[in-house]
């Protein structure tokens, strides 16, 4: 078994961490740190209101028992030497002071940003950037690590890359709209959007996340050639807004394609799609990357953000766009703490180990 | 005092004409009419629960005493004979009977979308396209009536023409591309989405909506031509969706200008818009047609959608778009029961009595 | 296996029953039934949405496949010759038309209400008042039947009754105090509560509701003494209101006792309540019948509903009542459509059928 | 003018007290206070976002233009001798701190509960113990201040006291059991319910809020006999939910009365309330203290918060309850943060203005 450290574990994506890792067949969980105010603390009493004694559990999942015993470390001083993945679920001011520590012996996993914009850092979707692992071999070299950093991407992102690849491949892209309705657990929990502000209401901005979107799209759907990813030459143009709904990113997608294609084409080109090099065999992967719906009242985030457990993107509504040159638009229903993070970020785990990353 | 009746008057677009015509300085409420069910009866009862006894009042504002104690007539038999205009709120299939059957002797202002694409009826925004109400005259000559039909837009295009009017006067438009965000009022009451779809929930589609927007964004900024109107040359492309918001119709937009332009040189003609002739003094008018907003977290539906009493429409996050040439992109929020519907409807009669159409 | 019809089958409970009853081991579905509109057509054309084509599917589970190419058979016309046990899920009116005539000669197991007040029906609760079961035989004799008619109890009433049963045989009960917070899926979806009314709302009314809860927990708490069930003899007094959740009805519960109790005593008695006779291993039982916290923030609706597949009630925040004698309140979590509706009524049917009722 | 400053003047509750007093004809605000973050700046400034310059303004009444330009002091250094009153809208352990250094000169009207409890201080409600306020001598005398402290209540205190006390005066009260589904904005906003947790939920725990209501309520409508409030003799028992609702709490309440009175008499009672002392009169004041609906599906917090401006306390199902002795249940809807904070706060200034406490 494979063992990791969950780092900034007793957050929201830390502990989604935990869950997606529960009972996992190759990984286990072998430390958990956060800040030092939890360190030398049982994970449960890490997690309990002082005030109240209530248990500050952020998941719809049930608590996983097997941590609740474990002692959280302090991520400043955690002893990494038994471990071969770190999860770093911290904020992206703590990513750029912790991550390169662990990076130096050890295999970083993170959901941060810190790292996502670096030259000869991958930012990987398995199934639709495989191939950029490469990248990692490329960083350990300019780094002079033993280990590296793979973030994933920011959550509005990995649904409409997974989508635009297949139209991609078959169809080439000349340029995105994308107008996004994310969901409230994006916003995490410490900034959470409260419930006053959002009840019977659309919030038009979400600080840095527009640029984060148009950037890792394009780095995604890069070329990888030999030391290098040269971001995929299409523009991207974005409006993210939040809406009252828990889970689930819902996006409006207009792309103008370079060859022109019918909607069954795009519908066909979606739902076949399977990836590079067999990722659908990996763990956590779903079994199908897209799901693509003829009902128009689909996808709804409530209804399919759950989806081959919250690992499949759902489609619908493909139609021709009349604006763009040979466009075609859909939307999109991704679920953003499932492959979105935690768990997405699992998923790469999975892929670096069968791949030979992890050792 | 020109003298007005509401048809379709118990339901929710009736009693908002209810309300937007109360104290109104230059028409008065003269006669109810409904469905045949209501016919004979007190409306206070006619908005009766049989069962509760509760009242079906369905407005934010308090009830209208007023016409508590008016008799509600027959919509298929009212008598017309001392009225001066006919405010039409009933459904589309209504409409196509008993419109043309009224607006052979009288005015009929509609909220209906029957007759808003024939060739001789205008679809009217006072300030934006207040000349095409010439087209009147075309209609009475064509089809030998005394009276005629003016529908207003459908309530998601109304802010979206709004907006691209300055746009369109100062710096021309190639197309548009827009994602609707749409408010629970707008799918009326009959048919109203129901909590338990809509709660923690994006709905990707409204039937026949992004067809209406897409023709009536045309035929608004069209140009008129003596004896028709020519529709506006730019393309449009939607896509609508549903979102748990009372009331206020968010829309994110991407525009395609003809010459280029700046954000402030956008924000400024927005801002600076008022109208062709003069419409800012007619009673239910708003006093800025758009209000412009430079915080990035506006516009908000809860905190924008009442500005001006809802006969505003707000603006805000202008920015360049890199895909769309000479892009721009902006979020609006428009009242979709206020401006987008009755009182819309009572500031296009507002218009006409002025300019002289209805005596 | 014992071969069941669902009358209802298209609408929100009837979609239940199909769920609740796929892959299930000793009931398999023999008949679909519903009003003669959707007659002769396959299940899936009768709940197509005939403009737009979409599926009326309104359960969270995906499609029952099995069923979808079943002949839907119009109610009023069924043939039941074949068949062992018609679940009803039709309103009360068509109810109290169709059930008599089914239970002529087959079991009729009903969620309308409209049986549930009469002296030789029993309104069974498995594990709580199983024996009641036995005034089955009372109505087969009195009427002649050689079926016979069980609804289950109101949604309202079923969480209430379950959490009251302990309390009832551990301490006696005096009397009740409830106010209840319920969520939409309860209201059904005709005549739903729309989402314009009751966001950002309460709605402090629930027609009949009240009446149903007192009446029913008095019967369901009451003796069977060999031919009748005489009420229990507290007095039950509620408050019922609607809230903006979809699913789980929220209970907020002042109990009087007979001989006073320490909070712990009330939680033992809960969490070790068992049921009277093995109900526990039925197919579709929880393994626990009440779950009890000590998280004062808990039970929440959307956290505890799902609780053993929403076959449990949740209880938390056990504490002292100063104003009842020996008084005690809590509040309580059941799930409406799992428990309260079509899964409880299959839960009855595993009951009659281990029992030696339905042969 | 009698001059005010506020404290706590950049948070929601401070902001409220800038609405209440916009154009107030008595009081002007003379200083804003907050803490030392914000000393020395523009209260514009002081609002604003650093990072994205958005304005932090939580009312949904438009900014009041007249305090932009106010330098904000720093709370704990405020210059106190220009001022007449102080409004103190801090948390409980800041308002321990601040309050007795203000009150040594000064008059001090808080939303804070740290001196709720003390024996010479008075919980006024304008209206429903408006006496009360003599105690404000026995506290001058005691402690020796020029100045004194009056906090309001809790907010769910508030529509509790005020509905029990027509019935306290015609028919006395035995006891009383409350369920409350309070609104989101009563939790302030640094300690904020999130979006994420309120969605589709209730939350059944508040923490401090049962023991506040039951305890405050005995103290407003207890007997002030010369030197102390001696509480009243009743028994009150709550549990209390947070639902996701914007402004206004709802309240199911069951009161067991002295004399026993018929549902007609409880609603006369309440309609015909006015106060004890021409209260009606002060600008503040609802014209109807308590409004009382026959319509069951009233009253409903969005329909009902803003009656009289939030001021008036809105009542409906007023009916027997056969548990209690004497019983009578009724829901209430009052609105927490207008009646229930600053304007209730305003108020009180107003009471005490008129009656020669400030001078």
Request: charged share 25%.
């Amino acid at each position: 078994m494979v063992k990791a450290a969950i780092v900034g574990a007793t957050g929201i994506v830390g502990q989604q961490f935990i869950v997606a890792l529960k009972d996992h067949p190759w990984i286990e969980i072998a430390a958990l740190a956060a800040s030092e105010r939890s360190a030398g603390r049982r994970y449960k009493e890490a997690i309990s209101d002082a005030q109240s004694g209530a248990l500050r559990w952020f998941c719809q999942e049930p608590l996983v028992e097997e941590v609740m015993t474990m002692t959280v470390q302090n991520a400043a001083e955690m002893d990494i030497s038994g471990l071969d993945i770190i999860f770093s679920a911290v904020e992206s001011d703590q990513a750029k002071i912790l991550e390169p520590k662990f990076a130096k012996d050890k295999v970083v996993i993170s959901t941060a940003s810190a790292f996502r914009y670096e030259e000869d850092v991958p930012i990987l979707i398995p199934g639709i950037n495989s191939e950029h692992a490469k990248l990692i071999n490329v960083q350990r070299k300019t780094r002079g690590w033993k280990g590296f950093i793979t973030p994933i991407p920011n959550c509005t992102t990995t649904g409409l890359a997974i989508t635009l690849k297949p139209i991609y491949e078959s169809f080439g892209i000349n340029a995105i709209i994308m107008t996004s309705m994310q969901a409230l657990s994006g916003a995490g929990r410490s900034s959470g959007v409260i419930g006053l502000d959002i009840l019977d209401n659309v919030i038009p901005f979400i600080a840095g996340e527009e640029e984060k979107v148009q950037r890792e799209t394009q780095k995604i759907l890069g070329d990888f050639a030999g030391s290098s990813v040269s971001p995929a030459k299409f523009n991207v143009s974005c409006t993210c807004t939040r809406v009252n709904v828990r889970e689930g990113h819902t996006e409006s997608v207009f792309v103008s394609t370079e060859k022109g294609c019918e909607v069954g084409e795009v519908a066909r080109a979606m739902r076949e799609y399977k990836g590079s090099a067999n990722e659908i065999e990996l763990p956590s992967a779903p079994k199908h990357m897209i799901i693509v719906h003829e009902d128009p009242f689909r996808p709804q985030p409530r209804l399919d953000r759950d989806a081959e457990d919250g690992m499949a993107t759902v489609v619908g509504r493909i139609r021709k766009d009349n604006v763009l040159k040979n466009g075609i638009k859909y939307v999109l229903v991704s679920h953003n703490t499932k492959m979105g993070a935690a768990k997405g970020a699992v998923l790469v785990a999975e892929l670096l180990i069968r791949d030979g990353y992890i050792s």
